[in-house]
């Protein structure tokens, strides 16, 4: 079992930045895929980011290219998701997920593991 805990949402206004957080525990973290996505309310999830084992290669989705950055430091067991210029239609629960296998994807369904996810809400 993997447990994971995002951090670091909040209120903040159009062109602002955050950083979520996302601890990691009950797994080899540099064994795990690690991807980043949201849901605002009456909408589908939506995948935001993806980042490999090792962090080398990362995938985003077009909407947020240039103005999400995701990270980890396998050292400290957490994955990372700098949120820059930040728009209202951001506003959404960010959740992270872990993938076992080897393959970078964006596809929600091939994350095993969620957590419950970190409420950002952005401001016009």
């Known amino acids: 079992q993997v447990q994971l805990v995002e951090s670091g949402g909040g209120l903040v206004q159009a062109g602002g930045s955050l950083r979520l957080s996302c601890a990691a525990s009950?797994?080899?973290?540099?064994?795990?895929?690690m991807g980043w996505f949201r849901q605002a309310p009456g909408k589908e999830r939506e995948s935001i980011a993806a980042i490999s084992r090792s962090g080398g290669t990362t995938n985003y989705a077009e909407s947020v290219k240039g103005r999400f950055t995701i990270s980890r430091d396998n050292a400290k067991n957490t994955v990372y998701l700098q949120m820059n210029s930040l728009k209202p239609e951001d506003t959404a629960v960010y959740l992270c997920?872990?993938?076992?296998?080897?393959?970078?994807?964006?596809?929600?369904?091939?994350?095993?593991?969620w957590g419950h996810g970190t409420q950002v809400t952005v401001s016009s």
């Open positions: 009950g797994r080899t973290f540099s064994s795990l895929g």
């Open positions: 997920a872990a993938d076992l296998s080897s393959v970078l994807t964006l596809v929600p369904h091939r994350y095993e593991y």
